[in-house]
């Protein structure tokens, strides 16, 4: 009987989590634009805050913000910094004109909401450039990171979250609408995929932050 | 005419009835902003139920612009009846009092006194409707602050930026002195065919609860003539808070989603008065005012 293993891919891991561990904090201030079938949002401006070992919150820069629930909370250093994982070897693929290895990461931890990550990652600048994150709670979502002068800290310049949608529908009773929605907007509703890109203007590394912010 | 139409505001304003529209306005309102600023979180989340599984949505939701809108929602189906009790009394009431054979003896036209008539009581629907802006705009913006507004539709949600809002308001509140106008020429015209109050308004909010009722079911056989009722086209204000998106799902601020909808329902309205008033002028002008 032959027996195929994947081979470990704990050693790339570890050197993207070493590229990363120069960043102990960020700050950084974004636009966001979420862009969901059934929501109709101008473009926000959001604030980043980021400490070791998994601190991370997105708060709104005045206004209404909508977010999808769980999926912009996880970010990948939260995933990396855990060091309870075992990476899996799944090939390599091209995106964007890009080769870039497949790594999957699955949580030894029973109890863990995440239940797999797929991270596609560019082995040669340690950047992971998409990752594909499937949880308990808040189903499968995607991230596609771009790089740009904060490559360097493994930090992207442009993050976007795709992530299914459920089915939205108010009872008229309570809207007071009457009229019936047109074609167009019908036809607009049909999209199921949700996104939020969320683009940094700049990033504030190392200047320490205290945890009372992520309270 | 000036001066009759004056004295017909005079009339208007010097009876005690007039105050109970803005009494009833400000307690209804207060009333709303109450339940609100104590259990808003519970409303909203009601309301919010569907979206709160898969959205978290952050930010001031409960703001004087929302609370307007909630208001507004509630209020602009039973402004109508304060409307009908003053417009469906300006010529019965003048019958039932017997002072409309006296007042035709002035040197004035019949058209002249039914313009000036009706002038007055578009200047109580329209002072009306400042008065719910002012409580229900301006206090609620004092009372719960702004924020960008968050609109629940049927079937989707706008987030309209905080800077994008007050015109929008000032666009609905003028739409709705439109459409409020048209029931206070509806109740002027049933006015002229009676002799006590009582009639003209019963039969004022009758035809506008057969109408909304036909407008809001939406069944084949009434479809044909739903465009033609003026109680379809009296919600229509709330096309001033939907935006128009670009080919990347962004809303454009500063935009309306349908104009041309807000254009044909004021088109629709602003012909409903002028029938209205003009067939009370026609039908004053053969009147027999003697009996």
């Known amino acids: ?215 | 005419m000036w001066t009759l139409f004056q004295i017909e505001l005079y009339k208007i304003f010097r009876r005690p009835r007039t105050y109970i529209a803005f009494a009833a306005i400000t307690a209804l309102i207060g009333v709303v902003q109450l339940g609100l600023k104590v259990d808003g979180k519970e409303y909203a989340e009601f309301v919010m139920a569907d979206f709160n599984s898969s959205f978290a949505v952050d930010g001031n939701i409960l703001n004087g612009y929302f609370i307007c809108y909630v208001v507004l929602q509630l209020l602009l189906v039973h402004v109508p009846l304060l409307i009908a009790l003053i417009a469906a009394d300006m010529i019965s009431g003048e019958a039932n009092m017997g002072t409309l054979r006296v007042l035709m003896t002035k040197p004035i036209s019949r058209w002249e006194f039914i313009l000036a008539k009706f002038s007055a009581s578009a200047v109580y629907t329209i002072l009306l409707l400042i008065w719910v802006a002012i409580q229900a705009l301006l206090l609620s913006m004092l009372i719960f602050g702004t924020d960008d507004m968050f609109i629940m539709k049927s079937s989707y949600a706008v987030v309209i930026k905080a800077d994008d809002v007050f015109w929008r308001y000032a666009g609905a509140f003028c739409f709705a002195a439109l459409a409020m106008t048209t029931v206070a020429a509806l109740g002027f015209l049933l006015s002229l065919f009676a002799d006590n109050s009582i009639g003209p308004i019963v039969a004022t909010m009758s035809v506008i609860i057969v109408s909304t009722i036909l407008s809001t079911m939406s069944i084949p056989l009434f479809n044909a003539i739903k465009p033609y009722l003026f109680t379809s086209h009296m919600i229509t204000w709330k096309e001033f808070f939907d935006l128009k998106v670009n080919d990347m799902n962004e809303a454009i601020p500063g935009t309306i989603q349908n104009p041309q909808k807000l254009w044909n329902s004021a088109m629709v309205l602003m012909a409903h008065i002028i029938v209205f008033v003009g067939a009370a002028g026609i039908i004053f002008k053969r009147k027999d005012v003697l009996s």
């Not at chain 1, 340690?126 to 189903?139: D, H, I, P, S, Y």
Request: aromatic share 8%; charged share 25%.
């Open chain 1, 1 to 215: 009987m032959q027996m195929i293993t994947a081979q470990d891919m704990t050693a790339l891991i570890n050197k993207v989590k070493a590229k990363m561990d120069q960043v102990n904090d960020y700050t950084a201030e974004g636009k966001m634009k979420t862009d969901v079938a059934f929501i109709k949002a101008p473009i926000g401006r959001v604030k980043v805050f980021y400490k070791k070992p998994n601190l991370f919150k997105l708060q709104r820069d005045g206004g209404i913000s909508i977010l999808p629930k769980g999926g912009v909370t996880v970010n990948m250093r939260s995933i990396i910094t855990t060091n309870d994982f075992m990476a899996l070897d799944a090939g390599e693929q091209v995106l964007n004109a890009q080769k870039l290895r497949v790594v999957k990461l699955l949580p030894n931890a029973d109890n863990s909401d995440v239940i797999l990550t797929t991270m596609y990652i560019d082995e040669a600048n340690l950047l992971v450039k998409k990752a594909v994150t499937t949880t308990r709670e808040n189903g499968t979502y995607e991230m596609e990171m771009q790089y740009g002068k904060f490559a360097g800290y493994g930090l992207p310049d442009k993050v976007v979250f795709s992530f299914n949608t459920k089915d939205y529908k108010l009872p008229k009773g309570i809207t007071l609408e009457f009229d019936d929605v047109d074609q167009e907007t019908k036809n607009r509703m049909k999209g199921k995929k949700g996104r939020v890109e969320i683009t940094y203007a700049n990033y504030e590394i190392n200047k320490g932050i205290h945890t009372s912010v992520f309270k």
